[in-house]
């Protein structure tokens, strides 16, 4: 599975199976492109109902992992085996501070990322990795 028509996903890992990954540059572009790789593969998952909250949500957490990351950033989309109905959704970058959620004010232009992945989603949280850190989340699939 290429990327997005015209446009091409770096270090696509896996996209067979319950599994998808994908490794984006550190650049403005990274935000479309990962919605895009996403809503691809949940379209062959037969999860369009999905699509547009993980999209979003994805959107969220890479647009945080720009604005302090300078290296790469990592997407993975799972369906646990063992755990139907369950998607799991992992952002990772190359910084090993856990991000903050904070109470963004009505006029703050951001700090809202994680209220809504937090909001949105079944479960979330963080975790240390080899080299910075993974933020995920787990949504209901639909019946």
């Known amino acids: 599975m290429g990327g997005p028509a015209g446009r091409e ?9 319950d599994c998808a990954e994908w490794t984006f540059p550190a650049e403005p572009d990274a935000v479309r492109t ?3 790789a996403v809503r691809g593969r949940l379209r062959g998952w037969d999860l369009d109902s999905l699509a547009d909250l993980t999209a979003l949500l ?3 957490l890479v647009t945080n992992a720009l604005r302090h990351a300078t290296g790469p950033i990592g997407v993975r989309l799972v369906r646990p085996s063992g755990l139907d109905g369950v998607l799991r959704v992992e952002v990772s970058d190359p910084l090993p501070d856990p991000p903050r959620e904070r109470t963004a004010r009505p006029e703050d232009e951001s700090g809202r990322g994680l209220q809504l992945v937090a909001s949105a989603s079944r479960r979330w949280g963080t ?3 080899a080299a910075g850190k993974t933020v995920w989340f787990e949504l209901a699939v639909p019946e």
Request: cysteine-free; glycine content about 16%.
């Open 9 to 17: 996903v770096s270090g696509v890992i896996d996209t067979e199976g």
């Open 34 to 36: 990962a919605r895009q």
């Open 58 to 60: 994805v959107s969220e």
């Open 127 to 129: 975790r240390p990795g």
